[in-house]
């Protein structure tokens, strides 16, 4: 049986992006690197540089107890020759105190992945999350939690529990991350088109 390439290609970019979160989340800091290219830039709400800089970060966090754990759903890919865009379904969880309380928050969206294939390796060169949807409860369900209305409201509403955990926790958050709807995802969306047709760069929607 022989397998086309672009199937070969969606089944490559697919185990990627799953050995990410696995890798990621277990601390696997020498694997988790090989999944980024050189260049490999990741904008989350709690840091955005290099792919070197992220896992660095990423490290000091989990050495220190920062639980952040990350669930992957579906996934839809759009390949042009060496280049690909992967949006993939996921949920964000983090545990942490906030106000006293201990408390779990889960965020719902996308992961959305600008890839290229080099030297015959895909690699993520810039990974942007879509935050859609979040919540936040106490881990004990009887616990009387009390939230600062006017540091929530800071926030968009795609992450604002996500946000306001990180921040209490010592974290500068980005607040105009792309939602589910907006100018942000729709800038996100222009971009990736601009980088299957040739941009020089998945920052910028020009060559």
């Given at each position: 049986?022989?397998f086309?390439?672009d199937l070969l290609?969606?089944?490559a970019?697919?185990?990627?992006v799953?050995n990410?979160?696995?890798w990621r989340?277990?601390?696997?800091w020498?694997?988790f690197?090989t999944v980024?290219?050189?260049d490999?830039?990741?904008q989350?709400?709690w840091?955005?540089g290099s792919a070197?800089e992220?896992?660095q970060?990423?490290r000091e ?18 390949l042009e020759?060496?280049?690909a865009i992967?949006?993939t379904?996921?949920?964000?969880s983090?545990?942490g105190?906030?106000?006293g309380?201990e ?6 969206g996308?992961f959305y992945?600008?890839?290229e ?5 895909w690699g ?7 935050y859609e949807k979040?919540?936040?409860d106490p881990?004990d369900?009887s616990?009387?939690?009390r939230?600062?209305p ?17 921040t209490r926790?010592?974290y500068t958050v980005?607040?105009d991350m792309?939602?589910?709807?907006g100018p942000e995802?729709?800038?996100?969306y222009?971009?990736?088109k ?11 929607a020009?060559a």
């Amino acid at each position: 049986m022989t397998f086309s390439q672009d199937l070969l290609d969606r089944i490559a970019i697919r185990d990627l992006v799953e050995n990410w979160a696995v890798w990621r989340d277990a601390g696997d800091w020498t694997r988790f690197r090989t999944v980024w290219h050189d260049d490999g830039v990741m904008q989350a709400t709690w840091f955005q540089g290099s792919a070197d800089e992220f896992i660095q970060v990423s490290r000091e966090g989990f050495e220190k107890g920062v639980s952040i754990l990350h669930f992957l759903g579906g996934s839809s890919i759009d390949l042009e020759g060496q280049r690909a865009i992967a949006q993939t379904k996921m949920t964000i969880s983090q545990r942490g105190p906030v106000e006293g309380v201990e408390c779990d928050v889960v965020c719902t969206g996308r992961f959305y992945d600008f890839l290229e294939r080099r030297a015959g390796k895909w690699g993520v060169v810039l990974r942007q999350p879509i935050y859609e949807k979040d919540r936040l409860d106490p881990v004990d369900p009887s616990a009387r939690l009390r939230l600062d209305p006017e540091l929530l409201s800071q926030f968009p509403q795609g992450y604002r529990h996500l946000a306001y955990i990180q921040t209490r926790i010592g974290y500068t958050v980005k607040k105009d991350m792309p939602g589910l709807v907006g100018p942000e995802v729709e800038a996100l969306y222009g971009r990736g088109k601009a980088w299957l047709a040739g941009a020089a760069s998945p920052l910028h929607a020009s060559a």
